[in-house]
């Protein structure tokens, strides 16, 4: 349980193999705001948690005692934790006796310190590494504090700082800010908040990058709506992946204020955008635009949309180190995963694309044959919308360009052929037109696999396919891609003309017709057999 902005409720499943990546098998949140409780209209100081909105929060727990029953949850695995709204609550002893009394459940009552480290696991779960500085919006404050986040684990400032500008709070001083046309003495204290709170991380020369500049990674509801006004005033509209967590954006575009607020007041409703959230868009500006002017440095902004900072650090670092895209698809690989990877490897020459980095290739490997029994014309859209509303679409800790990525592969082993193209060339646009060429090549090379495997299962002793690729140049100066490939002779499952047509079509993507707005690289593919 939060409680600032509105009380959330989940059950997540922790059994192995995709513990990782904390699968969440149910969740809801009411709208009950236990901030604007304390602050009723008229009211010009706190006022205790009111008898009513208690009655609301414990009927809301006694329906989660009965789910969590329903899910067979042991009473002993339930956690309730609350923040800022609950800890500074005039009556927050009886608020909290309340809800053991009701439930049986005793409150944790997380200090700032660790409402600010929770949040930031939160931001650790949701990326497969993290490097940067980290802010926390709730509705009663925002935490801020550093994170260096590699192979499962985590390095935080000592301590992080909480400044008392959440959301709902600032909403609330702003207004009585223009009441008394007091606006620019809250915005100079914002910003000497701000930068002290800077100043005091003691922030490590190693949390930059290359070139000096810094992350910055955002969580909470109030900066998930302004990421979501991002999404919406995106240069590809509609943005192809409707999931804030992975979003990013360069710090340009994060601190236009001005179009931000343009596009939360000029539409009658943006997705994912309550008209609550709306109505802190003008607060959330007013942070944004502290940012701008006080913390120096940041070339890009990353949205996290995971809220479980409490069960992320509770897993051993073994656990939290592996690759969440290959953990989120490793229930789907097939018998001989690990042979089909390293012959998949095989078919990318030397140098290629960083971006496809083993998570990614390994991913491939698992969903090569998840959509098989799909109707065929369905199969390249499954594929291509499998990252996004799809079997993956729940995995926590993938970026939009893995998401993208993955879903391009995919598409482009089931044939790209797609009743509607709007969603394939919106992902490739994500990506760019080099990374969307190399996507159509693997995937070519994946369908040239699943034909000669159709089950999924590769005898070592008796491979019937072996796949050796170099990068040339050309006789023109340009770069080709030598592609041999060496199936077993006398066979049927290599010799069918079904397999015969996958050769043939792997130079596809190297012909103009297979570029993308004119990238490409010619691929050159010699076939004998003989192994």
């Known amino acids: 349980m939060d409680g600032d902005n509105g009380i959330r409720f989940s059950i997540t499943n922790l059994a192995p193999p995709t513990t990782r990546i904390l699968p969440t098998v149910f969740q809801e949140r009411a709208a009950i705001s236990l901030y604007d409780a304390q602050f009723p209209p008229g009211a010009s100081t706190k006022q205790p948690i009111p008898a009513d909105t208690t009655t609301l929060v414990l009927a809301s727990l006694s329906r989660f005692r009965a789910t969590c029953s329903d899910f067979g949850v042991p009473p002993s695995r339930v956690r309730i934790l609350a923040t800022a709204a609950t800890r500074d609550a005039v009556n927050s002893v009886e608020f909290r006796d309340a809800i053991r009394t009701t439930t049986g459940w005793a409150v944790e009552m997380l200090s700032r310190e660790e409402e600010g480290r929770v949040g930031a696991m939160g931001v650790a779960s949701s990326f497969e590494g993290v490097r940067g500085l980290v802010m926390d919006l709730g509705g009663g404050s925002t935490q801020i504090t550093w994170m260096v986040a590699e192979d499962g684990e985590v390095e935080t400032a000592k301590t992080a700082v909480s400044l008392p500008y959440g959301a709902a709070a600032l909403t609330r001083r702003l207004e009585a800010a223009h009441a008394d046309n007091s606006v620019e003495a809250l915005r100079a204290e914002i910003s000497t908040a701000y930068r002290s709170a800077y100043e005091s991380l003691a922030i490590p020369p190693t949390l930059a990058h290359a070139n000096g500049s810094f992350s910055l990674y955002l969580s909470g509801g109030g900066f998930r709506g302004w990421g979501y006004l991002l999404l919406s005033r995106h240069r590809i509209s509609p943005y192809p992946i409707p999931i804030i967590n992975g979003f990013k954006v360069d710090m340009e575009e994060f601190q236009d204020v001005s179009a931000v607020v343009m596009e939360a007041e000029s539409k009658d409703s943006v997705f994912r955008v309550s008209a609550r959230r709306a109505k802190q868009v003008p607060a959330v500006a007013f942070l944004v635009g502290a940012i701008r002017d006080t913390i120096p440095g940041i070339k890009e902004v990353r949205f996290c949309g995971v809220r479980e900072g409490a069960l992320y650090a509770s897993l051993p670092t073994e656990t939290r180190a592996l690759p969440p895209l290959s953990i989120s698809t490793a229930p789907y690989a097939p018998p001989s995963a690990t042979q089909l990877h390293s012959l998949l490897t095989s078919c990318l020459p030397h140098p290629y694309p960083a971006a496809f980095t083993a998570d990614i290739l390994t991913s491939t490997t698992n969903l090569l044959y998840y959509h098989s029994s799909i109707p065929k014309e369905g199969r390249a859209s499954a594929g291509l919308n499998s990252t996004t509303t799809g079997v993956l679409a729940s995995a926590h800790g993938v970026s939009h360009e893995n998401r993208a990525l993955l879903g391009l592969v995919l598409c482009a082993r089931w044939g790209s052929l797609v ?53 040339k140049e050309g006789k023109k100066g340009d770069l080709v891609i030598k592609l041999k490939v060496i199936t077993k002779g006398e066979d049927p499952s290599t010799g069918a003309s079904v397999v015969t047509k996958c050769i043939e079509d792997l130079e596809d993507p190297g012909k103009k017709r297979g570029f993308i707005h004119g990238w490409g690289i010619k691929v050159d593919v010699s076939h004998r057999k003989g192994l």
Do not use: F
Request: some cysteine; charged content about 25%.
């Open 419 to 471: 009743a509607d193209p709007s969603l394939l060339y919106r992902l490739q646009r994500l990506v760019g037109d080099e990374l969307a060429w190399w996507c159509r090549y693997i995937g070519q090379v994946t369908a040239l696999i699943g034909a000669v495997y159709p089950a999924g299962k590769l005898d070592p002793k008796s491979p019937r396919l072996q796949l050796k690729a170099k990068l």
